[in-house]
């Protein structure tokens, strides 16, 4: 570990369920419409955060500690649910102003309801939070074990005019088993139309239906890792075998057809694709984690040996089109060129991935943010092992942003320790489209190994700076500035807090 001083696809148009709460869904007082922010819940023009706790009370729960309305714990019950033991409530959490009020809807997954089936849960934002009155379900005819809900990703679908725009719902049920092969996934598609919080079921996508690139196999799990965009989505299948190579790993692009249609093509890459970095090996997981920005993806491979050193990890850039094509650019190691470090077995780079704008830096660059949650940081003259750090990388031209490290070594709130895996989760809190030199995307940070006095592995959340002034790494929280965030509730043990992070619209 480092130490550091083409194909068409035949859609099917389906039938979804929706198993809504009376309620009107006007738009809330309060919520601003201005300047749009993605990942607002409160409607205050801030990115809020968000985390899940599928564990929590064996049921699940959301804990919303957002920017101007009150900390919350969110929990099924509040929702009218009638929760059961092994839910897994919060296990996927995502955010995306789906009715255009100014105001994101909160979207949880909750993989173990009804024997495993799964449902999602929709539920819209308003200034005190959220609207349980508002609440839709979603279950797309899931079986006991698919594990529906798994996964999520929300982006916004633009049209020519703002009633014809929409959104998307991508929905990964990992533990599917089309045509009978166990696991191997599956990906629902939900379409949103404008003005409206209700998704409908488009279409339902696996490596069984025509067109989609991969032979399904046992334990592939297509869907455990989604990114949305508004030409589509892509599909990390981490588990997927290239030939003999177990768990190589592989990335599906399901691209849209166009304003309201359902997908039409994908695209399979793995790192035995031209163009891409590295060759396809048993264990790279190649997909483990992915991000998207228009003009920009990052997969992680976290699984990548660097020469001898075992899980090093990496990092491979695409450059993608309007229309979704990928272009491989370059793959990123920590021995590579432009990066500081060394790569050494067990780093894990490429772990959680993340693409923004002006994180922590200046005005007109583009980062691509990397965990490296098993990196050995060494303070005091003693070596932390898996304390964890990130790699903020940019992936445009701009001189006042070299690549640099983040970590509680120096500039992120906390102490170095040993298990800490600072790095392992990461989420995307967004600015106003009007930013400055003094504003800028932040990376939400998990440290959830993070030991809280005597509270072990309670878990803790950080970030990187917005601004250059004093207190430019804290949150707001409940309409005050703190330099970190754990559980609104206290800490608890082996809570690991933060392993959930609320991913907002792409």
Not at 15 to 33: D, F, I, K, N, R
Not at 89 to 116: H, K, N, Q, R
Not at 331 to 336: C, I, P, V
Not at 400 to 422: H, N, P
């Amino acid at each position: 570990m480092a130490k550091r001083h083409l194909v068409l696809i035949v859609t099917m148009t389906l039938t979804s369920v929706l198993v809504p709460l009376p309620g009107a869904h006007a738009a809330p007082p309060g919520c601003q419409t201005e300047v749009p922010v993605s990942g607002d819940l409160d409607g205050d023009g801030l990115a809020d955060l968000v985390v899940g706790l599928p564990g929590w009370d064996g049921t699940g729960a959301v804990d919303l500690r957002l920017t101007s309305a009150p900390s919350r714990l969110l929990l099924p019950a509040d929702l009218g649910l009638q929760p059961d033991a092994g839910d897994a409530f919060g296990a996927a959490v995502a955010l995306g102003d789906l009715d255009a009020d100014g105001c994101d809807e909160l979207v949880v997954g909750a993989p173990g309801t009804l024997d495993g089936a799964g449902r999602v849960h929709v539920v819209p934002g308003s200034p005190s939070g959220v609207r349980a009155s508002g609440r839709v379900t979603l279950d797309a005819d899931a079986s006991p074990a698919d594990r529906f809900g798994a996964s999520l990703a929300v982006a916004e679908r633009p049209g020519p005019t703002e009633l014809t725009a929409g959104a998307d719902l991508w929905v990964g049920s990992p533990d599917d088993s089309p045509s009978a092969v166990r696991r191997t996934g599956s990906v629902a598609h939900f379409a949103v139309p404008a003005g409206g919080t209700r998704p409908v079921l488009v279409e339902k996508l696996s490596q069984a239906s025509p067109g989609v690139p991969g032979a399904g196999e046992v334990d592939d799990r297509f869907g455990s890792v989604l990114a949305a965009t508004r030409y589509g989505v892509l599909v990390g299948v981490p588990g997927e075998d290239v030939g003999a190579r177990r768990d190589a790993g592989a990335v599906t692009v399901l691209r849209l057809g166009g304003l309201g249609a359902g997908v039409d093509r994908a695209v399979g890459w793995t790192q035995d694709s031209p163009g891409v970095a590295g060759t396809a090996e048993a264990g790279d997981r190649f997909g483990a984690a992915l991000a998207a920005r228009p003009g920009h993806v990052v997969v992680g491979v976290p699984g990548e040996d660097v020469g001898t050193r075992q899980d090093a990890g990496m990092v491979q850039v695409f450059d993608a089109s309007d229309r979704g094509a990928l272009v491989p650019r370059r793959g990123l190691t920590q021995d590579a060129a432009g990066i500081p470090g060394t790569a050494e077995a067990g780093d894990q780079l490429g772990a959680a991935v993340l693409v923004g704008a002006n994180v922590g830096c200046g005005e007109g660059v583009i980062q691509a943010v990397v965990g490296a949650p098993g990196e050995d940081i060494r303070v005091g003259g003693r070596t932390r092992a898996d304390a964890g750090t990130i790699l903020v990388v940019p992936l445009t031209a701009q001189r006042e942003c070299q690549a640099r490290y983040d970590d509680q070594a120096g500039r992120l709130e906390g102490s170095v320790e040993a298990g800490d895996r600072l790095g392992a989760v990461l989420g995307l809190g967004r600015v106003r489209d009007d930013h400055d030199d003094e504003t800028g995307d932040r990376a939400y940070v998990a440290v959830p190994g993070e030991d809280r006095g005597a509270v072990v592995d309670a878990g803790l959340v950080v970030a990187t700076a917005s601004g250059t002034g004093a207190g430019a790494y804290d949150l707001q929280v409940a309409g005050r500035r703190q330099p970190s965030v754990g559980f609104s509730g206290g800490a608890t043990t082996r809570q690991r807090y933060g392993t959930v992070l609320a991913t907002p619209t792409g």
